[in-house]
């Protein structure tokens, strides 16, 4: 019976070193340390054996199977090491390889000029204030001296979403809500960036949808002359030092007096081009001093305060600083224009 034993784990440590998948080895053990397996089958017949011998050949038995269990498990484990080792190096990187080049995007076009506008009027001392884009009809129209019924509501054609609520048609609705939150205290000194929506028929140099930045200056003894000053800063910094500019005549319900303001043409100096279209002159924006009426319905006392304000579009402003032709390039994220405006 101790021979049989021997043999038996000789037969299975022969087997399981020369096992090569973990399924070999388990088929050994399945055949020597399973129930019906050869160790059960010797140690069944123990029964016959004398009683000093049942204990030696009973610790044997044990032995050869802790033994071969012991012999399984040592494979199995080189087994799961070799595998993993076998993957590491046909999954291995080479360092050494050439990245592949990640591509930087651009600013848009639209951002750059919103920004630069932004931080020229920030360094001289404006702050910058946001309002709703779905707007009602008393700040888009009403309180910025546009009844209900006025004929130059049909200068701005509007989107209505309720009889009283609109998609706002331009940023100046953010004038009459800055004014309310002073109370009637000067001074106000803002900038208003924002999309505004117009029933306009998209075009090469009209969208539905474009931005406009606002501004308004209210406070003591605040002049047509304060405008022009700040309009003419504003065009050199953005257009450069030897531009000049020009305002005519204009209207708006919420300015009094009004005027368009139009800049010297930057492509060919005021002798006339295609960029001007032989005038000499590019319009940039609308501007006038604030209608008492609308410092008065917002709570200020117009005998005390006075304001300027002005409105321009950055599409437009951009398609002037840029040289682009068509408005609709800004919208529709082709990579070829976008890509032009990375900066060094
Ligand atoms: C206004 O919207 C006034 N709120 C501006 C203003 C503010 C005047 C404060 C006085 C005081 P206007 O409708 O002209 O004005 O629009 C201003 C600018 O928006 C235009 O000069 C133009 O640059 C731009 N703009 C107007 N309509 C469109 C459009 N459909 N697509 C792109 N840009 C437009
Ligand atoms: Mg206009």
Request: glycine share 8%; with cysteine.
């Amino acid at each position: 019976m101790k021979e049989e034993l021997k043999q038996l784990e000789k037969e299975a440590l022969d087997k399981i070193t020369s096992a090569d998948s973990l399924k070999e080895v388990n088929e050994v053990r399945v055949a020597y340390l399973g129930k019906k397996g050869p160790i059960t089958e010797v140690l069944r017949g123990m029964g016959k054996l004398s009683a000093e011998e049942r204990p030696v050949m009973g610790a044997l038995a044990n032995e050869v199977r802790e033994s071969i269990a012991s012999a399984i498990s040592e494979k199995n484990e080189a087994l799961e090491q070799a595998e993993i080792a076998k993957k590491l190096e046909e999954q291995a990187i080479d360092v050494t390889l050439p990245g592949s080049p990640v591509k930087l995007g651009a600013r848009h076009p639209l951002t750059i000029v919103t920004e630069e506008l932004e931080d020229l009027f920030i360094s001289m001392g404006y702050t910058v204030e946001e309002g709703p884009e779905v707007e009602t009809d008393y700040y888009n129209f009403e309180a910025l001296n546009l009844p209900k019924e006025h004929p130059a509501r049909d200068m701005q054609d509007s989107f209505y979403i309720t009889a009283d609520t609109l998609l706002r048609t331009q940023t100046s609705p953010i004038q009459v809500r800055t004014l309310e939150k002073h109370k009637g205290k000067g001074p106000v000194k803002i900038i208003c960036p924002g999309k505004v929506y117009r029933r306009d028929n998209d075009d090469a140099t009209h969208s539905h949808q474009f931005n406009q930045i606002e501004g308004l200056v209210v406070d003591k003894n605040i002049s047509m002359s304060d405008l022009k000053g700040t309009l003419e800063l504003f065009a050199k910094k953005m257009f450069g030092e030897d531009r000049e500019i020009r305002l005519r005549p204009s209207f708006f319900p919420f300015t009094e007096p009004s005027v368009e303001v139009d800049v010297s043409c930057f492509k060919c100096g005021g002798k006339g081009c295609s960029v001007c279209k032989q005038t000499g002159w590019i319009e940039v924006l609308g501007a006038g001093m604030v209608h008492p009426n609308v410092l008065e319905m917002s709570g200020f006392d117009s005998n005390e305060y006075q304001g300027f304000a002005f409105g321009m579009g950055q599409e437009r402003i951009a398609m002037l600083k840029y040289g682009i032709d068509d408005i609709r390039h800004f919208y529709t994220n082709d990579i070829r224009f976008l890509s032009q405006f990375k900066q060094a």
